[in-house]
């Protein structure tokens, strides 16, 4: 069966400091890949989202990037963090057609 | 643009039936429906492709106007279960990608 991995599930951190969250998948081929955000209360905003290896597009114009260096492998970076990209960070897989499997989430608090 | 969801929040007691409505300005191929418990991952609920039928399971289901680019969910014989976010999410391709959500709809049920 398919499980995504999703880490840290928590973490704060400092304004200016680097960021990195990392998602896998296990047990499928060639997923399609997502990165959300909650604000507290909000609804989710799709950040990033990838079809294959190294291809990237990006829904929001933001301090934050994401790549993909392996298959299942999906990692939402930034290089100084900002006390705007606190929220809830989502990671998601889906198969072209079919619903979308969301990880566990990594709640970013920047202080 | 993001879809439009009401109400913005409901509470229920215990056995009573819920519509939760979702609206988009544009074009919809696929309607997508997940609940998401406080501080956990949205949970797929079901999805709704243009030209399909109204589905559910158990006692929820969901229906798709193309014409009236609308999806409503139906919550019937609501349980404690029940409650959470709901969140619509629409896409106008094929495929979950750049599959749009609304901000949610807070159901609170109680005995």
């Known amino acids: 069966s398919q499980t995504i991995h999703q880490w840290p599930a928590t973490l704060v951190q400092p304004v200016g400091s680097p960021l990195s969250l990392e998602c896998t998948v296990e047990?499928?081929?060639?997923?399609?890949l997502y990165w959300y955000r909650q604000a507290a209360g909000r609804g989710l905003q799709l950040l990033f989202y990838s079809v294959g290896i190294g291809q990237i597009s990006s829904e929001v114009p933001q301090n934050l990037s994401a790549s993909r260096p392996q298959d299942r492998q999906f990692i939402l970076s930034s290089k100084k963090l900002l006390l705007s990209d606190s929220g809830f960070y989502l990671c998601?897989?889906?198969?072209?057609?079919?619903?979308?499997?969301f990880g566990q989430g990594t709640r970013l608090t920047v202080v | 643009q993001q879809p439009v969801q009401s109400p913005q929040a409901v509470i229920l007691r215990e056995g009573e039936d819920a519509v939760i409505n979702c609206s988009s300005s544009?074009?919809?191929?696929?309607v997508h429906w997940y609940r998401q418990k406080h501080g956990e991952a949205p949970v797929f609920l079901m999805i709704l492709l243009k030209g399909g039928e109204q589905k559910g399971h158990d006692k929820i289901s969901a229906s798709f106007n193309e014409k009236k680019q609308q999806s409503s969910l139906y919550l019937t014989a609501s349980q404690l279960s029940y409650s959470g976010t709901y969140f619509c999410?629409?896409?106008?391709?094929?495929?979950?990608?750049?599959?749009?959500f609304g901000t949610g709809t807070k159901l609170q049920v109680i005995p």
């Open positions: 544009k074009a919809l191929y696929s």
């Open positions: 999410g629409t896409g106008n391709s094929g495929g979950y990608q750049k599959v749009t």
């Open positions: 047990g499928t081929s060639n997923p399609n």
């Open positions: 998601a897989w889906s198969l072209p057609n079919t619903e979308a499997f």
